[in-house]
């Protein structure tokens, strides 16, 4: 008896933790989403370290800057490259870690940056 109580009591406290949880608020977003403005310039830096900083090249390198090209030249190009039909080394493998619509707002920003 006395131990049936005490399942009892574990499984109330059980219970009640897990409506304690439930109840939680949604988390805040403490990361933007990814098509948000600053989301988009976050995700933008991940090619800065290749095509410089705002798709502006560093003086002498042999990679294609972004900055300023149209923008259905940059998506055509990243698509294909996800699709796998633009020869590659590394974009083919890099724009598949993003979703159609990031590559749209990508190509989006880099045609809207000074060259
Ligand atoms: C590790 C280096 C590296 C990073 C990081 C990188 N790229 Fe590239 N990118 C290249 C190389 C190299 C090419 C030439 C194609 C190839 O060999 O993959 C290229 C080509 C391109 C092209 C085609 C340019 C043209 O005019 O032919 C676009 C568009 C592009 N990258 C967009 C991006 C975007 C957007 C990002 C960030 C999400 C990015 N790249 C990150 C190395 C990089």
């Not at 439930?22 to 948000?36: D, G, M, R, V």
């Amino acid at each position: 008896m006395i131990r049936t109580a005490r399942h009892f009591a574990v499984a109330a406290a059980t219970l009640a933790a897990g409506i304690a949880v439930a109840q939680q608020p949604a988390p805040p977003a403490f990361a933007p989403s990814n098509l948000s403005a600053s989301g988009v310039r976050a995700l933008a830096a991940n090619c800065a370290a290749c095509h410089g900083t705002r798709g502006k090249p560093a003086a002498g390198s042999t990679l294609a800057g972004l900055a300023g090209k149209p923008r259905d030249e940059l998506l055509m190009a990243m698509t294909q490259f996800k699709q796998g039909r633009k020869p590659a080394t590394v974009m083919h493998q890099l724009t598949k870690g993003y979703s159609d619509e990031e590559l749209a707002a990508l190509a989006d920003y880099f045609s809207k940056q000074a060259r």
